[in-house]
């Protein structure tokens, strides 16, 4: 959604009207997972955190919001309660498994269930699609240069570069700023 500032005012305007209302927004404005997701500073964020910000006040990375008002939908921050810790509020996944030691580290759409997430990769192996390599066991770069020892680079994060590719990459950037330079004495 592209929240502009007459959206944002008409937003903010229903909820300080009654702030103990769930305020609710058309059906369009909601993705297929029920979310509404708006982009602020190239970055995008769900707007009920972004309101939150607005009209209460800033949150930690590790704060997460969970609504209590029981109205689908719902964007009006004052009827969430903000949980410490980064800790998912609720303790079972949506296919009843419960949570506790069965966590895995939170994906852009949230905490994720160990048990689903391998019962899912097990059903596309079994359907023969392919579910991709450990990049830990390629043994070779996109371009098929082989990850041997002289030509592989470790970088700052600790991933395996190909020399190859660095150095092609490298002479383009090069050939790309005289190309400018030439283009714009």
């Given at each position: 959604?592209?929240?502009?500032?007459?959206?944002?005012?008409?937003?903010?305007?229903?909820?300080?009207?009654?702030?103990?209302?769930?305020?609710?927004?058309?059906?369009?404005?909601?993705?297929?997972?029920?979310?509404?997701?708006?982009?602020?500073?190239?970055?995008?964020?769900?707007l009920h955190r972004h309101l939150?910000?607005?009209?209460?006040?800033?949150?930690?990375?590790?704060?997460?919001?969970?609504?209590?008002?029981?109205?689908?939908?719902?964007?009006?921050?004052?009827?969430?309660?903000?949980?410490?810790?980064?800790?998912?509020?609720?303790?079972?996944?949506p296919n009843d498994h419960p949570?506790?030691?069965?966590?895995?580290?939170?994906?852009?759409?949230?905490?994720?269930?160990?048990?689903?997430?391998?019962?899912?990769?097990?059903?596309?192996?079994?359907?023969?699609?392919?579910?991709?390599?450990?990049?830990?066991?390629?043994?070779?770069?996109?371009?098929?240069?082989?990850?041997?020892?002289?030509?592989?680079?470790?970088?700052?994060?600790?991933?395996?570069?190909?020399?190859?590719?660095?150095?092609?990459?490298?002479?383009?950037y090069v050939e790309r700023q005289?190309?400018?330079?030439?283009?714009?004495?």
């Open positions: 959604m592209i929240l502009t500032k007459e959206i944002q005012k008409q937003i903010i305007d229903a909820i300080e009207a009654d702030t103990a209302a769930a305020v609710v927004l058309p059906d369009h404005a909601y993705s297929k997972e029920g979310r509404v997701l708006v982009v602020i500073d190239g970055l995008a964020i769900d939150y910000t607005l009209i209460i006040g800033p949150l930690t990375d590790t704060q997460r919001m969970h609504d209590t008002s029981g109205v689908e939908g719902n964007v009006n921050p004052y009827l969430f309660t903000v949980v410490e810790g980064g800790r998912s509020p609720s303790t079972h996944c949570y506790a030691g069965n966590e895995m580290p939170p994906n852009s759409r949230g905490y994720r269930c160990r048990l689903c997430y391998e019962a899912a990769l097990q059903r596309q192996r079994e359907q023969g699609e392919d579910v991709g390599t450990p990049n830990s066991e390629k043994t070779e770069c996109p371009q098929r240069h082989p990850y041997s020892e002289e030509n592989t680079l470790i970088d700052s994060a600790g991933r395996r570069r190909c020399r190859i590719c660095k150095k092609a990459q490298a002479r383009a005289r190309d400018l330079r030439k283009a714009n004495p």
